[in-house]
């Protein structure tokens, strides 16, 4: 842990620079995003956020996914803004009753943690969309993958979309066109989809995500593996009954996941279709397998491009991430 705190230190001592993600990948230059934003409004920001991601995976490891997930599902709807953190009220239905995130997503209340004290400690600074970019960095170095530097300079939304979540976030059972289609209308490219979906080498999914591969009899599919999935699966009631997405080493951030994949052992539809489904696709995952430090670099640059998207110009910094000021 203390090699973890060290890269964390080196890259803050990194000179700041003025240089945006915005204009490097196309995001909406209304916000501009760069490093050493906080440094002097708000210095300790990396740190709390750090310290109490490392508290929540150290008590579940399961939540370095979650907190990696919410991340996703909020930058796919309307740029990352924190959307997916606001709750529903009267006369407002956010995101978080949308089919993709609904009983689904994760770590509300770990954001919640570092916003409070983020409060107390530099008040209404540090916005809930840099918290949640944060944290998914952290959660991937502390479950043993790459590590970069952040941009930070969101702005929170002060509304959400049920409608464009449940469009725009792509769903288990995409097909390799679903999927391309819908990573594009966010800007993203072929590559991107594959690097990103590297992050199911760690997490677990419901059997009701996956009930479509328990059906399959193609002579492709890795019969045992199908087996091992139906008997897990086998109950009335299935619905709370989890599989890990990466079984080989599921609390681990490696390219385990597109070794799988190569021996038909990818979860979700949606992984699977990566190999199975289209040429381009199953050749970026043979480069993971064969280059394992290629993927590492391709999920660094993704995330930071991915992380760049469509934050609101008129947004604000909410001193609660669960709603407007």
């Known amino acids: 842990m203390q090699l973890v705190l060290l890269c964390l230190v080196m890259l803050k001592l990194t000179p700041a620079?003025?240089?945006?993600l915005n204009d490097a990948y196309g995001g909406d230059p209304g916000c501009s995003l760069g490093s050493g934003i906080y440094r002097y409004t708000c210095p300790e920001a990396e740190a709390i956020i750090f310290y109490w991601v490392e508290q929540a995976v150290a008590e579940d490891s399961?939540?370095?996914?979650?907190?990696?997930?919410?991340?996703?599902h909020d930058c796919f709807v309307?740029?990352?803004?924190?959307?997916?953190?606001?709750?529903?009220?009267?006369?407002?239905?956010?995101?978080?009753?949308a089919g993709p995130n609904l009983n689904s997503l994760r770590g509300f209340e770990v954001i919640d943690k570092i916003k409070s004290e983020l409060e107390l400690i530099c008040p209404h600074t540090v916005s809930c969309a840099d918290i949640l970019a944060t944290a998914a960095r952290d959660s991937v170095?502390?479950?043993?993958?790459?590590?970069?530097?952040?941009?930070?300079?969101?702005?929170?939304?002060?509304?959400g979309s049920k409608d464009a979540a449940n469009n725009n976030i792509p769903g288990p059972n995409s097909t390799v066109d679903v999927l391309l289609a819908k990573f594009e209308n966010v800007g993203l490219t072929l590559k991107d989809?594959?690097?990103?979906?590297?992050?199911?080498?760690?997490?677990?999914?419901?059997?009701?995500?996956?009930?479509s591969r328990l059906q399959s009899s193609s002579d492709s599919e890795n019969i045992d593996f199908i087996s091992s999935l139906q008997q897990l699966c086998s109950g009335a009631d299935n619905g709370n009954i989890v599989a890990h997405l990466d079984l080989a080493t599921p609390a681990t951030f490696d390219n385990q996941y597109f070794v799988n994949l190569l021996?038909?052992?990818?979860?979700?539809?949606?992984?699977?279709?990566?190999?199975n489904g289209n040429d381009q696709t199953r050749e970026i995952v043979e480069n993971y397998v064969e280059n394992p430090l290629a993927f590492f670099e391709d999920f660094k640059h993704s995330m930071l491009k991915m992380g760049s998207l469509g934050s609101p110009s008129n947004g604000q910094i909410r001193?609660?991430?669960?709603?407007?000021n």
């Open 141 to 159: 170095l502390l479950s043993g993958g790459p590590i970069w530097e952040m941009q930070m300079g969101r702005k929170d939304s002060i509304t």
């Open 78 to 97: 309307n740029g990352c803004d924190a959307s997916v953190l606001l709750d529903d009220t009267q006369d407002f239905v956010g995101e978080k009753t």
């Open 62 to 72: 399961r939540m370095a996914a979650s907190l990696l997930r919410l991340h996703f």
């Open 263 to 275: 021996s038909g052992e990818g979860l979700l539809p949606s992984d699977q279709t990566l190999v």
């Open 319 to 324: 001193r609660d991430c669960r709603t407007v």
């Open 17 to 20: 620079f003025a240089t945006t």
């Open 193 to 211: 989809m594959v690097a990103l979906s590297g992050a199911h080498t760690i997490g677990k999914a419901r059997c009701t995500t996956f009930s």
